[in-house]
């Protein structure tokens, strides 16, 4: 009989594409979500709150894996070390987490926040696996409408993305989390490299919208000096999927319009 799979943030963009794949593969999948969710075939919804550090106990108890998704813009840390403590009471044997290039090279809040949390599984005692991704197309492409409603294209000088498929990503997850654990594995990106300007473009061609003047910008601080420096980038060493952002607005396109 497989264990039970505890994924945690199991009903958002990831989660919504790895929970059907650690199923396919046999195993019984629980989810840890803030609300209430209808039961599924092979699919345990319960009710916590990592933050709050509500409900973790129950939701880890018997889990032999945590796939461990959840984020937001604050807290990941503090959600972190409350999902580490209750994983090691339990004697989970196996955890994984998903985090974001150049956590340890940007020094931005939120970066730095997973840092904080890629250590609080790093240091658990627990077995674990962390796999750094790109920025998801899925939010690359929240990004980019944003910018298309402007009369210009913001321009920071030296801002490159390598935007990669989640589809792609939560793959890569369901067979780390499936195997055995590795630690630290080769990061995660897209099969292309843009200037943020370039990103913009097709999508309005798709679209129908005229196209926008770019604006050059500069992002000040230190965290204008990584980006122009490439610290979010994996140029060497990465693991890349194969859609690329044009392919995944062409898809976009043809979903919405059918």
Known sequence: ????????????TLGGHVVPLLRAAGHEVRVLSRRDHAPE???EY????LLRDEGVRAAV?????ILHLAGGQKGDDAATHHLVRAASAAGVGHLVYISVVGADRVPLAWLRMKLAAERAVADSGIPWTILRAAQFHDLT???VRQMSRLPFVPAPGGLRLQPVDSREVAARLAELTLDTPSG???DLTGPKLYDLPALVPPYLDLT???RRPALPIRIPGRAGRAYRAGANLTLEGAETGK???EEFLTEQHRTRTA
């Open 184 to 186: 630290p594995v080769p």
């Open 141 to 143: 492409l929240k990004m």
């Open 41 to 43: 075939p092979g699919v």
């Open 243 to 245: 859609r690329t952002w």
């Open 61 to 65: 108890a018997g889990a032999g894996t």
């Open 208 to 210: 129908g919208k005229r």
């Open 1 to 12: 009989m497989t264990s039970t799979i505890l994924v945690t943030g199991g009903t958002g």
């Open 46 to 49: 319960v009710t916590g709150d």
